[in-house]
Each structure stands twice: as C-alpha cells, then as structure tokens.
C-alpha cells in the first residue's frame, strides 16, 4: 500500500510517500536490535510504515518535526501474548508517541531535522486491541528557535486484531485540521512548554 500526501510550507510545496504494509520479516526492519522482552514475533503482520518528506526547501528552512498520538483500545476479552506478563487494562487509552530515548525531555516529536523520516512498526503483545496512529509532520515558524509546533500535513495508520483471526490493517488515510484539534488537548497537557499552533501551515 501506498500513500502521497502534498502539503506547503513557507510558500514551498512538498510531498510525503508513504510505504505501508505487513511486517513479514520483523528481523528485516530492526527488531533484532531493540533487545526487547518478548520475541519479535509478535510485530509478525502488523503494519510497517516508513514516510518520506520531499521539500524544495533546504537548510533550516527543512527541518520540521513529525508528532504522532497513538490510540489503543483494549477489549475486555483480550489477553496478554506474553507468558507470565499481566493484560493491558481494557477501554482506551491515548498517548504521543516518541522514542524512550527522549521520554521526560519535554520533546513532542517521534522524529526531527531536516525532511525527517518517519518510521514505525509496531508490535502487540495483546490478543485483541485497535490501534491507531495520527501522524502529523509540523514546522515551527522560526525553525529551531522557538518552542512552537505547526501542523502541515497528517495521516492514519493502525491495525487491529483478534485472537484466532488474521490482524486487520487500518487504511492509510488523510487527516484535516479537526483531527488536529482532536489532538491538541493531549499535546498540550503533556507537552506545556510547547505552543501547538490552531491552524495548518500553508
């Protein structure tokens, strides 16, 4: 599956191509090195996304930021993939993504710098759970110097599974400047420093 995503920035045009699918080789896009607790074989058939920016603009006048707010719900019928581990509290549950490498820094973006990538490949360790994730790429006005984030393009990606069924890919769709709305609550709360601006760039 393939996606392109047109959007402008300080009077430039861009683009993003989105690469999107299975994960039929988890060894293949990393999980190797992650050392994580539970084998990799639980990312197996869910999603793979990797974006990538194109931008005319060069230098400073590239960098923008890709926040992502990540919604999981959780049947009450679930149950946990890992031996031993307990299961995820049922209902719904919303967080902005990043990597822990930044948690507690007070940084909203998964990734950062000039036309940055966005990847991600999630895994599950639950039986039956929607997960959906709002990718946005966002500029600041001035580019590095401010604490100030402005969206100018988004999408939605996720899966969602059920024991004893094959996972479900969520398509890969547009969002507008309501799904951002959606999200500013939790931008805001957990990322008060930052000044999450109403409006797309254009």
């Not at 950062?112 to 759970?129: C, H, K, Q, V, Y």
């Not at 547009?174 to 999450?196: I, M, N, S, Y």
Request: glycine share 10%; aromatic share 12%.
């Amino acid at each position: 599956m393939e996606g392109a995503f047109p959007f402008r920035l300080r009077r430039v045009d861009g683009s993003v191509e989105v690469q999107y699918g299975r994960n039929d080789d988890p060894e293949r896009w990393g999980y190797g090195v992650l050392g994580m607790p539970w084998p990799m074989r639980l990312a197996e058939d869910l999603p793979v996304l990797d974006a990538a920016v194109t931008y005319d603009g060069d230098g400073y006048a590239a960098v923008m930021g890709w926040i992502q707010v990540v919604r999981i719900t959780v049947s009450q019928a679930s149950e946990s993939l890992v031996p031993g581990s307990d299961k995820a509290p049922p209902g719904e549950h919303a967080w902005v993504d990043g990597p822990p490498q930044l948690k507690g820094l007070g940084v909203p973006f998964v990734s950062f710098g000039p036309r940055p990538a966005l990847f991600d490949a999630p895994a599950s360790t639950e039986s039956d759970i929607r997960f959906a994730a709002d990718s946005f790429l966002t500029a600041s006005p001035d580019a590095v110097l401010s604490r100030v984030s402005q969206p100018c393009l988004g999408f939605r990606w996720g899966y969602a599974t059920k024991a004893g069924s094959a996972a479900e890919l969520l398509p890969l769709s547009p969002l507008d400047v309501g799904d951002w709305h959606d999200a500013l609550p939790l931008l805001e709360r957990e990322f008060p420093d930052w000044t999450f601006a109403k409006e797309w760039a254009d």
